[in-house]
C-alpha cells in the first residue's frame, strides 16, 4: 500500500480500492452464507470424513450456481448503464477468486497453518514483484492483474492440497432448497454486517470521485489491520463454542476482556496512524488520519460485538436474533451512511460506520444482559 501510493496517481489508487471492494461485496452475495454454514456443518461432523466431502460439495454447488447468476445480472447491469466490459471483467475475475477460497475448510478441519504458510509465501513473492514493477498510472492494471493472479493461486493450491476431501457430486431440486434455506439467515447477517464494512468505500466513490476513495481507502485499511486482529478468532471461537456447554459467568469474562483488547487496540492503533500517513504516505493523504480516527474509536465496540456473536449467539442458536436486528438496523443506518456521506464526505462516512457499530454493540449487551438474567 504504501509504495502503490506514492508510485500512482490518488486517482489511479483510488479507481484499484473501488474494484476490489466491489469484487469484495459481490462474494457476499455469492457466498450465501455458506461459509459460516460449511465451518459449523464441519464442526458437527469433524470425524466423518464422507459428511465433511459432501458438505464442502454442497458450499461449491451452491457458490457456482450463485457466480453464474451474479455474471448474468451484472452483464444485463451493464448494457443498461452503458459500463465497460474490462470493468466487468476485472470484477468477475477478482470475484471468482475469492469465491474459490477454502479458508472455512482450513478453520474447520483444524489445518488453519497450511494455508497460512501458503498464503505467506505467495503474497512475499507477489509483494516483492509490485514493489519493483509498479512506477506509474500506467501499469495501475497491471497491479490489478497481480492481485488477482494472487488470489488465484493462493486458493487453487490450498484446494490441491485438500483434493482427497474434494468431490463434485450433483445435488438435486430439493437438496439445494434445503441448503439455501439453511444459509440463508447467515447470508442476511452478512450482507447487512457488510454494509457497513465494504460499501462505505463505494458510496465514498459515488458521492465524491476516485481520489476521495483512495483518502477514505487508505484510512479504511489502517483501520482494517486492528479490526482484522480479531478476524482470525472469529471462526476459532465458533468452532469450539459449539461444541462446549455455555457457561455465563466464563462469558462474561470473555466480554470484558474482549472490550479491554479493543481500548487497546484503540490506542495503539491511533499512534500507529499518525506515524505511518506521516511518514510513508505523505502529505497528499493526510486527510486520512482524521478518518482512520474515527474509525478506529469503533474497535472496542466491534471487538466485544465479535466476542458476543461467535461465542454466545451463533452457538446457541439465535442467529435468527442477529438477523431480525440486522434487518431493521440496516435501512436506518443506510439513511446515516448516504446522508453523512453527502454533507460531510469520507469523515461522515466514517461517522456513520462508527454509528452502526456502536447500534450493534447496544442491542448485542442488551440481548445478553436480558438472556442471562432469565438463566
Known amino acids: ?44 461432523f469433524s470425524s466423518n470424513s464422507k459428511k465433511i466431502t459432501e458438505i464442502i460439495s454442497q458450499v461449491y454447488h451452491i457458490r457456482i450456481i450463485n457466480f453464474l447468476f451474479y455474471l448474468l445480472i451484472a452483464s444485463l447491469l451493464s448494457l443498461l448503464n452503458n459500463i465497460s466490459l474490462n470493468s466487468i471483467l476485472i470484477t468477475a475475475s477478482w470475484t471468482f477468486a475469492l469465491v474459490i477460497s477454502p479458508l472455512w475448510i482450513y478453520i474447520g478441519l483444524g489445518k488453519l497453518k497450511l494455508f497460512f504458510f501458503t498464503e505467506l509465501l505467495t503474497k512475499t513473492i507477489i509483494i516483492i514483484t509490485i514493489y519493483l514493477n509498479v512506477s506509474s498510472d500506467i501499469q495501475s492494471n ?81 483501520f482494517r489491520i486492528f479490526r482484522s486482529l480479531y478476524s482470525p478468532l472469529n471462526r476459532i471461537v465458533l468452532k469450539f463454542s459449539v461444541s462446549r456447554k455455555i457457561d455465563n459467568k466464563e462469558k462474561k469474562k470473555e466480554f470484558m476482556l474482549a472490550a479491554i483488547i479493543g481500548i487497546v487496540m484503540f490506542f495503539v ?48 442458536n439465535n442467529e435468527l436474533f442477529f438477523m431480525k436486528t440486522l434487518l431493521w438496523l440496516t435501512p436506518l443506518n443506510i439513511i446515516f451512511l448516504f446522508g453523512l456521506s ?17 447500534s450493534l454493540f447496544i442491542i448485542f449487551f442488551s440481548f445478553v444482559k436480558t438472556k442471562f438474567r432469565s438463566t
Open 1 to 44: 500500500m504504501i509504495h502503490v501510493s506514492q508510485a500512482l496517481s490518488v486517482s489511479a489508487w483510488g479507481e484499484i480500492l473501488l474494484f476490489q471492494s466491489l469484487s469484495l461485496f459481490s462474494c457476499i452475495i455469492i457466498f450465501f452464507g455458506t461459509d459460516v454454514y460449511g465451518l459449523r456443518e464441519i464442526s458437527k
Open 142 to 222: 497491471f497491479l490489478i492483474f497481480l492481485l488477482i493472479i494472487t488470489n488465484y493461486f493462493v486458493n487453487s493450491l490450498s484446494l490441491f492440497f485438500l483434493k482427497k476431501n474434494i468431490s463434485f457430486s450433483v445435488f438435486g431440486l430439493n437438496e439445494i432448497k434445503r441448503i439455501y434455506k439453511k444459509t440463508t439467515p447467515f447470508f442476511l447477517i452478512q450482507f447487512c454486517a457488510n454494509i457497513f464494512t465494504t460499501f462505505p468505500i463505494l458510496i465514498v466513490g459515488l458521492t465524491s470521485g476516485a481520489a476521495q476513495a483512495a483518502i477514505f481507502g487508505n484510512a479504511e485499511r489502517l
Open 269 to 316: 492503533g491511533s499512534l500507529f496512524v499518525f506515524f505511518f500517513i506521516e511518514n510513508f504516505l505523505g502529505p497528499k493523504y493526510k486527510d486520512s488520519i482524521n478518518v482512520s480516527l474515527i474509525l478506529l474509536a469503533a474497535i472496542p465496540f466491534i471487538f466485544t460485538t465479535n466476542q458476543i456473536l461467535h461465542s454466545y449467539i451463533y452457538p446457541s
Open 342 to 358: 453527502y454533507f460531510i464526505g469520507s469523515h461522515g462516512t466514517a461517522l456513520s460506520m462508527l454509528i452502526a457499530e456502536l
